[in-house]
């Protein structure tokens, strides 16, 4: 950029055109910013692609109450629109600033926190844990920090405390009659509700709050996140505090899927389904796609011999491609996969078995 003539015209840029602006004009750097990007992808599991329906979208909103901070978001994703693996993962970014790195660091925790995508599986959480970090915030890092540094995976004790005083919430609030939530006893208080999510959590109703486990919980506020006319279904967003700490929870839940997402990690608190008993395992030989995508590569066919680590196949999903190997030394008793395929994140691909023990 051509700078401005002291005294003089502005000088031109590289049209011939004049910028507009004097040498005076010019400020020193103020503030800081750091921006997030948030993609489909599961970074605790090995950062693989993700593709699917984006049931619940909400970004965080671009005033803030502190007006030395700010927030501006940059994106094109909205609630029920299909992420395909067939483009780039960049689902949106998330830009924080402040008067000092510090303070833009706080504002993106805040940001991140109110980060939610429901329906598929992102980075958000992943980014806020990573801003979170005493590294990150003591500046400590370098681009190959991630090589070595461990982030372990979010635990989901925590979201589904949340999300299950939300849920007891709402039963309070709607049921009645033989179906009623039991609040009153002549000798004794009320009564626990027993919530099977994706593990069993009962909530005790006393002086106000939920009490689960010892830990005490008050709803601050609850705001219905409606989708757009036709849309998949919507969620809530509930501002809750947990023994005097304030969490944001973003949750959809309904008679067989209950899907929550805390500090930008979605968690899937469905109850398994007790009829099919949990779900049926997968078999011990079976490879299945580790993430939505295309079948790139088909190596084996049915009656081949493998060994351990040898290539059956591959796929491809947003610039990636994955090598799939066998398990272990065998024969392949199944090809489900056929070059072109478009294929679902679990799809069963191939499967091998091992020789049977020899007959005495």
């Known amino acids: 950029m051509g700078l401005g003539r002291p005294g003089g015209a502005a000088a031109g840029g590289g049209g011939g055109e004049p910028l507009g602006l004097e040498e005076g004009d010019l400020r020193a750097l103020h503030a800081h910013a750091i921006e997030a990007r948030v ?13 699917g329906t ?17 927030v501006r978001v940059d994106h094109a994703l909205e609630s029920g629109q299909v992420v395909s693996t067939s483009y780039d993962p960049m689902l949106g970014k998330v830009i924080a600033w402040g008067r000092d790195r510090e303070d833009a660091r706080a504002a993106l925790l805040e940001a991140l926190d109110d980060t939610a995508v429901l329906g598929l599986t992102t980075n958000a959480g992943f980014l806020r844990q990573l801003v ?42 709607t049921a009645s009659g033989p179906f009623g939530s039991d609040s009153w006893r002549a000798s004794a208080g009320a009564a626990p509700v027993t919530l099977r999510l994706d593990d069993e959590v009962v909530v005790h ?7 689960i486990d010892g830990h005490r919980l008050r709803t601050l506020s609850c705001r219905e996140l409606h989708d757009p006319p036709g849309g998949p279904g919507g969620a809530q967003r509930v501002e809750i505090d947990l023994d005097g700490s304030r969490h944001v929870l973003f949750l ?34 079976e490879v299945v796609a580790p993430m939505p995508g295309t079948v790139l590569v088909v190596d084996v066919r049915v009656g081949d011999r493998v060994i351990a680590g040898q290539p059956l196949g591959a796929i491809e ?26 294929v679902a994140l679990g799809a069963p691909l191939f499967t091998v078995e091992a020789p049977g023990e020899p007959e005495e």
Request: hydrophobic share 40%; glycine share 10%.
């Open 39 to 51: 993609y489909a992808e599961d970074s605790f599991g090995g950062f693989l692609p993700q593709a």
């Open 54 to 70: 984006a049931r619940v979208v909400h970004w965080p909103r671009q005033q803030h109450r502190d007006a030395s901070r700010g």
């Open 252 to 285: 959809a839940h309904g008679p067989h899927r209950t899907e929550a997402v805390h500090r930008g990690q979605r968690f899937d608190l469905s109850a398994p389904d007790l009829l099919a008993g949990g779900g049926q395992a997968m078999a011990a030989g």
């Open 132 to 173: 979170a970090s005493d590294e990150f915030r003591d500046a400590t890092i370098d681009t190959a920090w991630l090589d070595t540094a461990e982030l372990p995976a979010p635990d989901p004790g925590t979201a589904r405390m949340l999300a299950a005083h939300a849920v007891a919430e709402s039963l309070r609030r």
């Open 205 to 211: 109703h006393v002086d106000g709050m939920s009490e």
């Open 317 to 342: 999903a947003m610039k990636m491609e994955l090598s799939l190997t066998a398990p272990f030394d065998g024969v392949v008793t199944g090809v489900g996969a056929t070059v072109g395929d478009q």
